[in-house]
């Protein structure tokens, strides 16, 4: 970044060609308008940034293809220096000549040719310096074929433009194509400004333009077109008095035949600009924050930090009457109200310190009203100005400072990510590093392969509702990640869902493909492992399975429900999973949902899903088979119409029971305040025809130990975690035999044999045991016995009463006794 020193931001508005109604694509889908396609190529012109270039901000589409682009914007240019009428010292035109040239060869660099260059459209910083506006019309426009006035001025257009004319293709099908314009043809643009101001006039300005481009067009035959142009103009004698440097330059510049005539970078690279070149810097990109290169922060605390809050005057544009031709017109946007809005923020608020991982870092704590702002719903603060200043600038010193801080940054997260850095924030969470790009440019994406068509088939039909996405531009970044993943990952195979799971990590990261295909192979081996191999009927049919016991777990009396009227996950859940809800919710939703989930371990999916049947709990209870059916073919649009974030993950209240197919983690209990994911849990592994007798989940015995505070090889133990209320937050039943139970069991736990507890109605059968089992009721209950069959018909056996928080300790009371953790009663004297 820049310092923008007396910057402000400005606004230029144009319309997009207006396509016919009755034409169709290929696909026999409706044409892509024209807008959408200069908002996706608009794009990139965001991530170009040199000091010589006007940074771009952001474009917005209205009605009638009409698009308003933001940009970095000065009030003085060119122009004005001409209005002066006095000729430019030649050091002081050779100085421009080269900032100009500095950014156009930058430009060049990124295959961005000007074509629009004139007096008004080379701004002039505090300092003097050049700053080329509009730089990105021509690329954003198709090359002139997305809008229906031409772009460039014709006193400055080089011949070659002239002669050919405004080219439009009639085939708006076709994809976007090369430039028909190249870097010389700037060149010629430069040459007759820099001439102009030399001799302090414009020129032509008085003869029609139809007169002006045959006396350019006319000049191919003239051997030295500088002469010629001073003669014509009344200015040789100024013209001969020009330094030889300046002739020179103003002579290769003004090269009829664009074969002969120099490029941007070639000119740099000549003596011309041997002394002036020595009073600038070269420019150097700064690092990624994915690169081979070290990177550092140059930061530097400026004397006086009130001057971040140094307010200026307001500026108004003309109000005047636009066609849907060009308007060149840049109006000036007023900062004063952001200014006034930010005024008050202490300026030690643009470098906050970093303090160790023990402390809180949140600058939520710093104020009162950020205090206050932290607590509002997610929604707000996500538009609450100040907050989000404060949380941008912690997240960007965090993030330079990745992946030695990725601890906090995770500790951040888990109160709020900000919108504007969620892309660089998730790939933190996902534990993306290296150089990322390098691995991306090695991927052969361009041979085709098999998969191609149906990626062709897809990508038209994901997320087209995004004016980004749906652009060409969109499309061809999709094809390309996508065809990546599936050449990288020669093991998996393509499965219809990858296109809705790459949709997020493309938006976020649009300029940035190897981000995104970095972002989504991280993602998928921790939250879809497995799931896209050639037969994954085997993980989904477990994930399912499992996801069926968590609804249990929650909510028996759903659970009961559903599965009476036949109404399984295989019937609605299997696209939760395989495009971890991107399927069911809008982006917009899916961001805030994922900030959540990154935060997760591969388990946490398994609770969205059951937040999700607690959204429908009520309509589903009062439904039958077909009624659900319809319920959930229209899910998307059901969540789509919802003004506020759907989920609640806390509605699953008490414990997150998040249990984990075999074949990845471990199941793991753990406080609904908390989401911190423990590993190094084992459990073994279970055949799915077993998984599937089974109703309720499993515990380790690891988490048992642990939540029970179970220590020593003697016996002894720590009291067991309690509730607020007073009352331990599980309970141990034992279902072995009463003889079984006295040689040794776990310490707290009640024993209720297995062959008594029910009646054969299926009711328990009053004891002392079962009256404080049901006094439990809503709590954990961890069901322990010999033989893993027998806890499972007791589990399910609870289920069917109604028992929520019921499982089962993952290999019985022979995993607790090699622990030395077995309690055996005194005997009685």
């Not at 293809?65 to 122009?79: D, F, K, P, Q």
């Not at 150097?284 to 001057?307: M, N, Q, V, W």
Request: overall charge negative; proline content about 6%.
């Amino acid at each position: 970044m820049f310092p923008l020193k007396d910057a402000q931001l400005g606004a230029f508005t144009f319309f997009a060609s207006a396509l016919p109604h009755d034409v169709c694509g290929s696909n026999g889908l409706p044409l892509t308008p024209n807008s959408i396609r200069i908002l996706g190529r608009f794009q990139i012109l965001k991530a170009i940034s040199h000091p010589r270039l006007c940074q771009y901000v952001d474009i917005s589409r209205g009605k009638h293809e009409r698009l308003v682009v933001v940009t970095e914007h000065y009030e003085r240019s060119l122009e004005d220096l001409l209005k002066e009428r006095k000729p430019i010292s030649p050091g002081r035109v050779l100085q421009i000549a080269f900032e100009v040239l500095e950014g156009l060869e930058y430009m060049n660099k990124h295959r961005l040719v000007h074509r629009a260059l004139a007096p008004h459209n080379i701004l002039l910083d505090c300092e003097g310096h050049v700053k080329l506006a509009k730089f990105g019309l021509y690329h954003m426009t198709g090359y002139n074929a997305d809008v229906d006035f031409p772009i460039g001025y014709p006193s400055y257009l080089a011949p070659e433009v002239i002669a050919q004319g405004m080219v439009k293709s009639a085939d708006h099908t076709q994809s976007d194509r090369s430039s028909p314009s190249g870097p010389k043809v700037d060149v010629w643009s430069l040459g007759v400004m820099l001439f102009e101001l030399c001799v302090g006039r414009k020129l032509l300005q008085n003869v029609d333009i139809s007169e002006r481009l045959k006396f350019i067009l006319n000049l191919d035959c003239v051997d030295d077109i500088l002469t010629v142009i001073s003669e014509e103009h009344g200015c040789l004698e100024i013209t001969m008095d020009l330094p030889k440097d300046v002739q020179t330059l103003l002579r290769k510049c003004l090269t009829f035949h664009p074969s002969t005539r120099p490029t941007p970078a070639g000119l740099l690279q000549d003596n011309l600009f041997s002394e002036v070149s020595a009073l600038y810097k070269p420019f150097r990109k700064p690092d990624g924050l994915f690169s081979s290169s070290l990177r550092c922060a140059d930061l530097i605390i400026p004397e006086d930090l009130r001057t971040f809050c140094k307010e200026d005057g307001e500026s108004f544009g003309q109000v005047r009457d636009r066609s849907f031709l060009l308007d060149d017109t840049t109006l000036t946007l007023s900062l004063c109200q952001l200014k006034n809005r930010l005024k008050d923020v202490a300026g030690e608020a643009f470098y906050p310190l970093l303090e160790d991982e023990q402390s809180t870092i949140s600058p939520s704590n710093s104020n009162h009203e950020l205090t206050a702002a932290a607590t509002l719903p997610l929604i707000i603060r996500e538009r609450d100005t100040e907050y989000q200043l404060h949380r941008i600038v912690l997240f960007d010193r965090l993030l330079k400072a990745y992946p030695y801080k990725k601890n906090q940054i995770w500790k951040e997260a888990r109160a709020d990510i900000p919108p504007l850095v969620r892309g660089l924030t998730w790939a933190a969470l996902l534990g993306v590093e290296g150089d990322i790009q390098a691995k991306y440019d090695a991927i052969d994406k361009d041979t085709p392969i098999p998969t191609d068509r149906q990626i062709e088939v897809d990508i038209p039909r994901c997320h087209q509702y995004d004016e980004l996405l749906s652009s060409p531009e969109g499309h061809r970044k999709f094809r390309r990640v996508l065809k990546a993943w599936v050449v990288s990952h020669q093991d998996l195979v393509y499965w219809q869902g990858l296109d809705s799971l790459c949709a997020p990590f493309l938006y976020l990261n649009f300029n940035h493909e190897a981000l995104a295909y970095a972002c989504m192979s991280a993602f998928i081996p921790k939250y879809l492992y497995n799931f896209f191999l050639k037969d994954n009927s085997h993980v989904i049919q477990e994930y399912l399975t499992v996801f069926s016991q968590m609804i249990a777990f929650h909510d028996p009396e759903l659970s009961n429900h559903l599965n009476e009227i036949g109404f399984i996950p295989d019937l609605y859940a299997i696209p939760w999973f395989l495009t971890m809800f991107t399927h069911v919710f809008p982006l917009h939703k899916i961001f805030h949902l994922w900030d959540t989930l990154l935060l997760g371990n591969s388990s946490f999916p398994f609770c969205i899903g059951v937040a999700i049947l607690q959204q429908l709990r009520d309509r589903l209870l009062a439904n039958g088979f077909n009624e659900c059916i319809l319920l959930f073919s229209d899910l998307p649009a059901f969540f789509k119409n919802m003004c506020v974030f759907p989920l609640d993950v806390s509605q699953v209240d008490g414990y997150l029971f998040l249990g984990s197919v075999s074949s990845t983690a471990s199941v793991e209990l753990l406080d609904d305040n908390e989401l911190s994911i423990k590993s190094g849990s084992s459990r073994e592994s279970i055949r799915l025809n077993e998984l599937k007798t089974e109703v309720s989940p499993r515990i380790s015995a690891e988490d048992l130990i642990d939540l029970c505070e179970l220590s020593g090889p003697t016996g002894s133990k720590m009291p067991t975690k309690k509730t607020k209320s007073g009352k331990p937050k599980l309970l141990v039943v034992d279902i072995r035999s009463i003889e079984e139970f006295a040689r040794g069991h776990i310490s707290g736990s009640i024993n209720i044999p297995y062959s008594s507890a029910f009646s054969p109605d299926g009711d328990l059968i009053q004891c002392a045991s079962t009256s404080l089992l049901q006094s439990f009721k809503g709590r954990v209950v961890v069901v322990v016995g010999n033989v893993v069959r027998n806890a499972a018909e007791f589990t399910a056996h609870l289920v069917k009463l109604g028992y929520p928080r019921i499982c089962i300790l993952d290999g019985g009371i022979n995993k607790m006794k090699p622990t030395g953790l077995l309690m055996v009663p005194s005997p009685q004297i």
